[in-house]
């Protein structure tokens, strides 16, 4: 299950697991926001296992960007995670949110700084910190 807090321009959407199918439960929580796509992601991810399922996240993928319609071009997405298999699933999650920039770490604080800067210099790399 996720447990999402708006910042207003930043969500800090936070895993907990449980028996809920976690697409789904993203998919809820990302509606009872009031503007998800002008806000930056921080997904606290590290309760979650990886690999995740492809075919669930990139049919969440295509509802986003119809509901998007462009308006989260540039925003950025934080996924901290220790977790190989889901670290390893960078390339997807960028292929499948395009126009998002993506970036994986290990540490929270860590991607708190990368959300909170303005260059975007570190956006290609894993930064397993």
Do not use: C, H
């Amino acid at each position: 299950m996720f447990r999402f807090t708006d910042q207003g321009t930043m969500v800090i959407v936070t895993y907990q697991p449980d028996d809920s199918d976690p697409f789904d439960s993203f998919s809820k929580g990302a509606g009872t926001l009031t503007s998800p796509f002008g806000a930056d992601f921080l997904l606290d991810l590290r309760g979650l296992t990886g690999p995740l399922d492809i075919l669930s996240n990139e049919a969440l993928g295509r509802r986003w960007a119809e509901l998007a319609r462009g308006r989260d071009v540039g925003r950025r997405t934080a996924i901290v995670t220790t977790d190989a298999g889901v670290a390893g699933q960078l390339d997807t999650f960028r292929a499948i949110y395009p126009y998002r920039k993506i970036s994986v770490f290990a540490d929270l604080e860590a991607a708190k700084v990368w959300l909170a800067s303005i260059a975007d210099n570190d956006s290609d790399d894993v930064q397993l910190i």
